[in-house]
């Protein structure tokens, strides 16, 4: 069994960063071969796309909404994800998730929930003067 905690979230004013985390721990494996994306969930509203990063490195993907303020990116040796957010906005606010797939093409980083199959508990972002 593979688990997923995030954290990093809290409050922050419009314009500012965030970098959220998620450890990955569990059942003996190479976390560079781990796939991992990030999605988000606002009151009221169905969970949504974030951002993604392949298997071993090989792409990344984000959301129109985000790119060019948030990047994904990881730290093998800590078995840790990063989501970076700048330039936050306050329709950024939301609860936000980190997923892992251990299967599946290392050149890809999908945006549907379904490619994933570990999901963490998620952390509140919240984005307000």
């Known amino acids: 069994q593979v688990q997923l905690a995030e954290s990093g979230g809290g409050l922050v004013q419009p314009g500012g960063s965030l970098r959220l985390s998620c450890t990955v721990s569990?059942?003996?494996?190479?976390?560079?071969?781990?796939?991992l994306g990030w999605f988000r969930q606002a009151p009221g509203k169905e969970r949504e796309f974030v951002a993604a990063l392949s298997r071993r490195d090989h792409s990344t993907n984000y959301a129109d909404s985000v790119k060019g303020r948030f990047t994904v990116s990881r730290d093998n040796a800590k078995n840790t994800a990063y989501l970076q957010m700048s330039s936050l906005k306050p329709e950024d606010t939301a609860v936000y998730y980190c997923a892992a797939r251990m299967t599946g093409s290392e050149f890809t980083a999908p945006r549907d929930q379904d490619a994933y199959t570990y999901w963490g508990q998620g952390t509140q972002v919240t984005v307000s003067s």
């Open positions: 569990g059942r003996s494996f190479n976390s560079f071969a781990v796939g």
